[in-house]
């Protein structure tokens, strides 16, 4: 049952081959046998999981519509759920329940899915690696000693595994794509505005966007279709329709124009990684694609801007962890001061200062103009630069990351190595565009992702392509050995 | 541009962060490396460009005020630390 795309899973039910009790207690099950090898989940949440089955299956004999009724889902940790803890990863929000439920929460429960729980994360979406996480790393289920990515990487731990059919993430810099890549499953982060940031606790608001984790692009458009949508509850949210993801994946591919980014397959990109990427174009040429030769010369920056903006915006929305009103507080502080400095050094692990400390450093006084305003107007270079090569090419295309999954530990001592790891990654977030990794021939054993971005809205024409890929190939199918 | 310990313990104070000297130390080396790095984006010419605040350019929406929410205090205060008649409770301020 927990080998089924989501699609088969839906008819299942509809069917009745199965319960929806039967279902979630199957995919329940399989996270208590597996999961302690890979610490993918952060709260289980059996007993409300099996009450909204059984209320599912009321439903089905009703034969009500709702997409996705009765499908097990999960959520990244960052998303609040109205009266299950909402830690974000971190010491600071360990005691946190929150009030109410982010849009993309009841979104997907509005459409009938099921969440048994909340995955781990890197401590507020802050990583690379899901090592900055107060609950403690997640195993990579390829290969248990190495990382799942991050910052989502227990939704994409957890999706590699079977312990869920598809999981939210968020993608700052690369959160969904980078760990996608290094699990082997499809992650689709959509365009700047298109699913709600409300409720999606908040790290560099001009550049945090929601997205989903699934086995293939077929499964992950079918729930990006309920997740999308305007809200009025976020004041960045892209007053568009929602798109039509699910009718237009078996649209051919014959004539679209693919621009490969030359400056992806440099010096720094593992050469099993490339060849890999190379063989899942060449997948793509023979199905009609027409790859195109392209440059992006300003995309070589997007990682220093990324972390000047990703850093400045942190340090401003984090200022709202002081100890007062929910969270961490320290014991018996001797006045105001000491409270909020103990509490805050206390409740955030070293990532999270790192960050912090540098957004409050490149904000301050004398330093604004020099990196914070210089790294916006870099932004606008890397942004237009994509306007203008999207006007040669429907998409674009190279590898997720430079290399496979690293092992733990790796880069722990080294922030600038870490931060590398997104290096092909950044300048989507910091454009604004769509993106996804699907799964490319392996590397000794390790996935690799093949990274494909949109032009803005076209979700649909990128989903389209990846599911004409995974319909020609079974990179996506191959599964790790867990058992 | 280089930083000092000064200048991390600036910052600290600011974010209201409260490190030790071991920490501050190590914290002053991590941010050495980064600005190393940020400071990459300095090999481009930025002249008369505009700062890109909103990747779509998008303005700030606003909406009629008016009330969209209950009120839920007790809900919300439940979550402090420390709370005390409907107020949030902070150490002294005032001698």
Known sequence: ?483 | MSINQDDVEQAAHLARIGLDNHQRDHHLQDLQQILTLVEQINAVDTDGIEPLFNPLDAIQRTREDQVTEPNQREKFQSLSPSTSEGHYLVPKVIE
């Open chain 1, 1 to 483: 049952m927990t080998e089924l795309s989501i699609t088969d899973l839906i008819a299942g039910l509809r069917r009745q081959q199965f319960s929806a009790v039967e279902l979630v207690t199957r995919y329940l099950d399989r996270i208590e046998t597996v999961d302690p090898k890979l610490g993918s989940f952060i709260t289980v949440t059996r007993t409300e999981a099996l009450e909204a089955a059984a209320e599912a299956d009321r439903k089905l004999q009703l034969d009500d519509s709702a997409p996705l009724l009765g499908l097990p889902i999960a959520h990244k940790d960052i998303f609040c759920t109205d009266g299950t803890r909402t830690s974000c990863g971190s010491r600071m929000l360990d005691n946190f329940i929150a009030p109410y439920n982010a849009t993309v929460v009841d979104k997907l429960s509005a459409a009938g899915a099921i969440s048994l729980g909340k995955l781990n994360m890197d401590e507020f979406a802050m990583g690379s690696s899901n090592e900055t996480s107060f609950y403690g790393a997640v195993a990579n289920p390829w290969g248990l000693n190495r990382v799942a990515g991050g910052s989502s990487g227990g939704s994409a731990a957890a999706v590699a595994a079977g312990l869920v059919p598809a999981a939210t993430g968020t993608d700052t810099g690369g959160s969904i794509r980078q760990p996608a890549a290094f699990c082997g499953v499809t992650g689709i982060k959509p365009t700047y505005g298109r699913v709600s940031r409300f409720g999606m606790i908040a790290f560099s608001s001009s550049l945090d966007q929601g997205g989903v984790f699934a086995r293939s692009a077929e499964d992950a458009a079918l729930i990006l279709q309920s997740m999308c949508g305007f809200d009025e509850k976020d004041s960045t949210s892209l007053d568009e329709p929602a798109p039509d993801l699910t009718s237009n994946l078996q649209r051919p591919i014959k004539g679209l124009k693919i621009g490969i980014i030359r400056e992806h397959f440099d010096q720094g990109l593992d050469q099993q990684v490339g060849a890999a990427v190379q063989t899942a174009l060449a997948e793509l040429e023979k199905l009609g694609a027409v790859l195109i030769d392209v440059e992006l010369p300003t995309s070589r920056l997007a990682v220093p801007a990324y972390y000047v903006i990703a850093s400045a915006e942190a340090s401003s929305n984090l200022a709202r962890y002081d100890g007062v009103r929910y969270g961490y507080r320290a014991e018996d502080p001797v006045d105001l001061e000491d409270m909020y400095k103990r509490s805050r050094s206390e409740g955030f692990g070293a990532e999270v200062k790192r960050r912090i400390l540098t957004g409050t450093y490149v904000l301050s006084a004398g330093y604004y103009d020099a990196y914070y305003l210089k790294a916006q107007k870099v932004r606008r270079l890397i942004r237009d630069e994509f306007v203008e090569v999207f006007e040669q090419v429907d998409l674009l295309a190279g590898p997720t990351t430079p290399t496979t999954a690293f092992t733990a530990g790796a880069h722990s001592d080294d922030p600038v190595a870490m931060y590398l790891s997104d290096i092909y990654t950044t300048a989507v977030n910091l454009a604004g565009l769509p993106a996804l990794s699907v799964p490319a021939p392996q590397a000794s054993g390790l996935p690799v992702g093949l990274q494909l971005i949109g032009k803005f809205l076209r979700e649909d024409q990128l989903l389209a392509a990846a599911h004409q890929l995974q319909q020609a190939s079974d990179w996506h199918q191959l599964r790790p050995a867990l058992n």
